[in-house]
């Protein structure tokens, strides 16, 4: 914007708030026409947008203009149509806060115009895919329809838009469109039956007379002749040079396929539009006795869908309820007709509202997303009709002003609102605004009991004798004391010379108008006869039947006015309005001749008047003229500061401060905020920036005078600037990115459930890469850890593989650490295990301690003994027990790889041949009896062996192994039976007792009377030589893991 302020006598300025004179509407006007007269048709106030009509193609609207907008900030560019809607979708989109653009100007200053224009920048500029695609079309073809059936010709407007309408554009979380919904508002149905001179009905009659095919004409019974038709000529200009009815009727053709509609539904709209044609040309004859008939014949009942004898008698006649009793009474002549009329009207406004709804089924494809869908943001589009002041204003003007004052009303506030925020967010103590409330005009008009609205709803209930005059009356009774209404009656002589006596008027915000209360009540029953109803909701045309419900004709409740239908509407647009964030658009005509290039002072100055512009202002300009953020103020007049100049490397506030200082402002010329400067009067920046302008021939020369110096600095500079700029794209990216992966990670979340897929695979990767990195801090170190962490239910399976070869793993692992020697003790512990676990009492104490290599020292063995065995494996201390008397006699049992001895110090008193052993049998017990089967048949042999040994366990084991008869090892609960010769049988009786005693008992038996194991009879079990040893192994073994 500042680079515009040089051309300011040119062009003007780009902003109002720039403007010395604030207060001045004739300075207002002439920078309008300054920038008028430049095609420059944009200008802001704030962040107000006005907009004068061009009335021609101006080269601003292209592709490459959108693009030039897109993503810029507001203020660094020309103002332009194009930088509201950016700027409010960049709103939309960073602070997730709806927006909503509000558009309002005269008939003919372009209003819809801007809204279509913003609607193309969404569509052109937002992100999109094939559905949206669609859903762009379809907005963009939702105009075309619209203005067919709601829009119409004019003394104003060529093409005016005869409802107001407010457009819901919804964009999902990426910033591309997902859906649209329209709210329409007060459709002028009458100019359906009457139009003024110089105006016409709604484009679609004449589209459809122009561009149908015959056929299509053949089946509506029409002719291609408008004249033909009473409801389009009453302004006698049927035919409109500007306007191409045959072309547009094409293009509104393609747009209802386009929207979806269906042929079936195409021919029943027509048919009501033929239809209303028919009955404009409905004519009544008068009876003698007063009554009335018609005195034509159309198709229109077959058109209409409606038994014909049905629809002529309530054409003609009127359904009365009296005590409770149905009454027909006729109609006179003038009654048919306006009931003829209201049927059009009826007819037609309905139908116009069934096409909204039509067209917001087909732009929230489905509907219920429009209204749960929780992700979405919003920008809304009001294009609505501004102040209208005619010649003679009724119901209609009363309305649609009245919206304005709501309106204004609504930016008023909204405005204050903002200007607050900004200077609490800034810092900076907000200082009152002088401005008109309008709240006391909207009161007169909406109050409950005591408003315009109540008393004219009042007067159309009211039993007995009403007419406009006596609401008039009313009106002057209970408002006549209001300051802001005036009628004839209440005037004083200069005002009652401008007025009639049928008129009343109110001194809106923007000025004053009279209102003539002709029509009024008329308008406000907006009344059609039940009998008429009745007809219509039995319909065969469905658009009809859903437009007149059975249940309208059943309740007898009567149904709302229309303005306080219009109220009511308003109010729900206020508090959507209210509910988002406004921009606004302010649309100026230049003159009344649809001229380009002329700009007639008088009329704009009316228009800059009733849009409140000057108001809005004062407003804006209370406070400051301009703000700016201290680092865009400092880039651009750090030339004017030596301590600024080239660079100011502080802090920014410090730099502004520097600035500001050396150029003398005084402390009331302006205040630092947080992050702004702002600058109280225009003159104070028209001074700074005609500095910088003097200034740059200085600082030319100076350039000049140090080319090499500056040549480095330049380099320096241009070297600085690259790299800063690189830095600063390097963040960007960084931040884009980050962005967009943030985007992925939640859309993968809400779509976790579903296939592997794009939309899920980085979140689901992320889930799979986590647990594995989790899994691998935390992984089980022993086999005996049994923990492992909890698997994502993706994982699951992967998960219990893992786990099973990790276990594998850590026991092969532990496998390879096993040394040799520590192996066989595991490998005789596993058949220890095997043959004694849960089978014999002393089993469990032997667990814990090690099997050794012998029990014996060498030294311990006869030298002779040891000479005849060659090598012995193992050796350990027995008793053997005489098979006949059980004499117990020391021996020592030494085992070779073949066979086992008994000696007896230096004599081998038994062989035992391992191949000839039939079995070992030890008791279930805690004693270390042992009695080893030999057979009878083998002299040699000597019989079973019946010994004790302390390390039973151990040597079984062994002995087991080494003859690989591991099988043989019996183990008796009660006895034990052995060979004493080769036909008598011996036998070991066991039994508990508190101490260890082998003696013998009754029957010849041997006794063995068995210890209960405890704790501490372990420790004594084991014995001093056994605990020697295993100590000593020990430490030769403390390498080995422990088991
Ligand atoms: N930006 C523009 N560039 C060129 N012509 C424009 C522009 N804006 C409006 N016009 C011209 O002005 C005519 C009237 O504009 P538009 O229909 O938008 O007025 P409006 O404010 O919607 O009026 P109404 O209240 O009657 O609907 C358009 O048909 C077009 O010819
Ligand atoms: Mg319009």
């Not at 019974?221 to 191409?244: F, M, Q, W």
């Not at 532990?814 to 596993?830: I, S």
């Not at 000479?867 to 350990?876: A, F, I, M, P």
């Not at 210890?1011 to 020990?1034: C, D, P, T, V, W």
Request: proline share 3%; glycine share 6%.
């Amino acid at each position: 914007m500042e680079s515009a302020l040089t051309a300011r006598d040119r062009v003007g300025v780009q902003d109002f708030v720039l403007l010395e004179n604030y207060n001045s509407e004739a300075t207002f006007i002439e920078n309008l026409r300054r920038r008028f007269r430049e095609n420059l048709i944009y200008t802001y106030i704030g962040s107000v947008l006005v907009s004068v009509n061009p009335y021609k193609e101006l080269e601003i609207y292209s592709k490459q203009q959108m693009e030039r907008y897109r993503g810029v900030s507001f203020y660094e560019i020309s103002p332009h149509i194009y930088a509201i809607s950016d700027n409010t979708y960049r709103a939309m989109r960073t602070e997730r806060r709806d927006q909503c653009i509000l558009i309002s100007g005269e008939s003919g200053a372009g209003k819809t115009e801007a809204s279509k224009k913003i609607l193309l920048y969404f569509a052109v500029t937002c992100p999109t895919n094939d559905h949206m695609v669609t859903l762009g079309d379809r907005l963009l073809q939702s105009n075309p329809v619209l203005e067919a059936f709601g829009n119409a010709k004019t003394l104003r407007n060529d093409n005016s838009s005869r409802f107001g309408k407010y457009m819901d554009i919804q964009f999902d979380f990426k910033g591309a469109t997902m859906g649209g919904h329209i709210l329409n508002y007060l459709l002028e149905k009458s100019r359906v039956v009457h139009q003024n001179h110089g105006e016409r009905n709604f484009h679609i009659f004449y589209q459809l007379l122009d561009g149908g095919d015959d056929d299509l004409l053949n089946t509506l019974n029409l002719e291609r002749n408008p004249h033909s038709y009473r409801y389009l000529v009453k302004g006698s200009c049927a035919r409109v040079s500007s306007i191409s009815d045959k072309n547009n009727w094409r293009v509104v053709r393609k747009a209802l396929d386009v929207i979806g509609f269906t042929a079936e539904e195409v021919q029943k709209l027509l048919n009501i539009i033929a239809s209303v044609l028919h009955l404009g040309n409905t004519l009544f004859g008068e009876g003698e006795e007063g009554e009335t008939y018609i005195i034509t014949e159309t198709q229109l009942s077959n058109l209409l869908g409606v038994d014909g004898s049905a629809l002529k008698e309530a054409l003609t006649h009127k359904k009365l309820t009296a005590k409770g009793e149905e009454m027909i009474s006729p109609l006179n002549f003038e009654q048919a007709v306006s009931a003829r009329d209201a049927l059009a009207k009826a007819v037609y406004g309905r139908t116009f509202n069934w096409l909204v709804e039509k067209i917001n089924q087909s732009l929230a494809l489905k509907e219920e997303i429009y209204h749960s869908s929780k992700d979405a943001s919003v920008i809304g589009l009001l294009d609505i009709y501004g102040f209208e002041v005619l010649q003679h204003n009724s119901f209609e003007q009363f309305c649609i002003n009245y919206c304005n004052e709501k309106l204004q009303q609504l930016f008023i506030e909204l405005t204050l609102r903002s200007e607050q925020e900004e200077y609490e967010t800034e810092g900076i103590a907000w200082e009152t605004v002088q401005y008109f409330d309008n709240k006391i005009i909207c009161d007169l008009i909406e109050e409950k009991h005591k408003g315009i609205i109540s008393i004219l709803d009042e007067e159309c209930l009211r039993p007995g004798e009403t007419c406009d005059i006596s609401f008039l009356e009313k009106l002057e009774d209970t408002v006549g004391g209001h300051p802001h209404f005036i009628t004839h009656k209440l005037a004083n002589g200069k005002t009652r010379r401008v007025m009639s006596r049928e008129e009343f008027r109110l001194l809106h915000y923007a000025g004053e108008v009279n209102y003539n209360v002709n029509g009024f009540l008329d308008k406000n029953n907006d009344l059609l006869n039940r009998n008429l109803k009745e007809v219509m909701c039995q319909s065969e045309n469905q658009i009809l039947s859903h437009c007149f419900r059975r249940e309208e004709v059943i309740d007898q409740k009567r149904p709302e006015m229309a303005a306080s239908q219009f109220k009511n509407s308003l109010m729900k647009l206020m508090e959507i309005l209210m509910s988002k964030e406004p921009s606004y658009v302010r649309c100026i005509k230049p003159n009344d001749a649809k001229q380009p290039g002329r700009f007639d002072e008088v009329l704009v100055r009316h228009q800059v008047k009733y849009l409140g512009l000057m108001e809005n202002l004062r407003v804006r300009r209370a406070g400051f003229a301009y703000r700016r953020r201290f680092e865009a103020f400092l880039q651009r007049y750090k030339p004017l500061c030596p301590e600024t100049w080239p660079n100011w490397n502080g802090k920014l506030a410090d730099g502004v401060s520097a600035l500001v200082n050396h150029l003398g402002y005084k402390p009331e010329e302006y205040k630092l905020g947080r992050s702004k400067i702002f600058i109280r009067f225009p003159k104070t920046l028209f001074a700074t920036e005609d500095a910088l302008e003097a200034k740059k021939p200085e600082i030319g020369k100076r350039l000049q005078a140090s080319y090499v110096n500056m040549a480095h600095v330049e380099l320096f500079i241009v070297i600085q600037s690259g790299w800063r700029g690189m830095k600063a794209r390097r963040r960007a990216k960084r931040r884009r990115e980050a962005a967009q992966l943030i985007r992925r990670f939640i859309k993968g979340f809400i779509c976790r459930h579903e296939e592997y897929c794009d939309d899920n695979d980085y979140f689901l990767d992320h889930v799979r890469c986590s647990f594995l990195k989790h899994l691998r801090k935390n992984l089980p170190r022993s086999v005996l850890d049994k923990s492992w962490p909890t698997p994502p239910a993706l994982l699951i399976e992967a998960s219990e593989h893992l786990q099973m070869l990790h276990m594998r793993n850590m026991v092969i692992k532990y496998c390879r650490r096993v040394q040799p020697e520590w192996k066989k003790q595991m490998m005789q512990k596993v058949v220890a295990s095997e043959i004694f676990k849960d089978q014999k009492g002393s089993y469990p104490h032997s667990v814990g301690r090690l099997f050794l290599d012998t029990r014996l020292e060498r030294e311990q063995i006869s030298l002779k003994v040891l000479q005849t065995l060659g090598s012995e494996k193992y050796g350990v201390a027995v008793i053997k027990y005489d098979r006949r008397g059980f004499k117990p006699r020391p021996r020592q049992l030494l085992l070779t790889n073949s066979f086992a001895v008994l000696v007896d110090r230096t004599k081998i008193k038994q062989r035992l041949d391992y191949a000839a052993l039939r079995g070992i049998s030890v008791s279930s017990l805690c004693d270390g009896m042992v009695v080893l089967h030999m057979p009878w048949e083998d002299n040699k042999q000597k019989g079973d062996a019946v010994l004790h040994c302390s390390h039973v366990i151990e040597l079984v084991t062994k002995l087991a192994m080494m003859a690989s008869k591991t099988n043989y090892v019996n183990i008796n609960p009660g006895c034990i039976r052995f060979g004493v010769s080769r036909t008598k049988e011996g036998i070991i009786d066991f039994v508990r007792g508190s101490e260890l005693k082998v003696a013998k008992g009754k029957r010849g038996h041997l006794l063995v009377v068995s210890q209960r194991l405890f704790s501490g009879h372990a420790e004594i079990l084991r014995g001093r030589e056994s605990l020697f040893l295993y100590e000593k192994n020990k430490k030769q073994k403390k390498n080995l893991p422990s088991s």
